[in-house]
Nanobody, 125 residues
């Protein structure tokens, strides 16, 4: 089992930046593909970015390409951190951001087994 804890959310003005972090712990946590999703009020949860267990293959939603960067650090065999650097933020980026993990290849769908509690991001105009 993998435990995920997000941090780094907050309030920022449009055009600003935030960095989200997700600490993953558990057996073989470093071998899981990781992703970020977000859910705005009264909207469905949507894919933002994902990476494979090495952090070498990355995927992004069209809406965040060129503005967001996902990265990961596998410091120990049972711990991994995944970051989401968000630049040029827009009011439409306002949402609760969730970290997720799955075995196998990263996906852009909700097919992830483990989920964090979420961290809120508010972008004001």
């Amino acid at each position: 089992q993998v435990q995920l804890v997000e941090s780094g959310g907050g309030r920022v003005q449009a055009g600003g930046s935030l960095r989200l972090s997700c600490a993953a712990s558990g057996r073989s946590a470093t071998l899981y593909s990781m992703a970020w999703f977000r859910q705005a009020p009264e909207k469905e949860r949507e894919f933002v970015a994902s990476t494979d267990w090495r952090g070498t293959a990355t995927f992004y939603a069209d809406s965040v390409k060129g503005r967001f960067t996902i990265s990961r650090d596998n410091a120990k065999s049972s711990e991994s951190s995944v970051n989401l650097q968000m630049n040029s933020l827009k009011p439409d980026d306002t949402a609760v951001y969730y970290c997720a993990a799955r075995q196998g290849l990263p996906k852009m769908t909700l097919e992830y087994l483990y989920w964090g509690q979420g961290t809120p991001v508010t972008v004001s105009s």
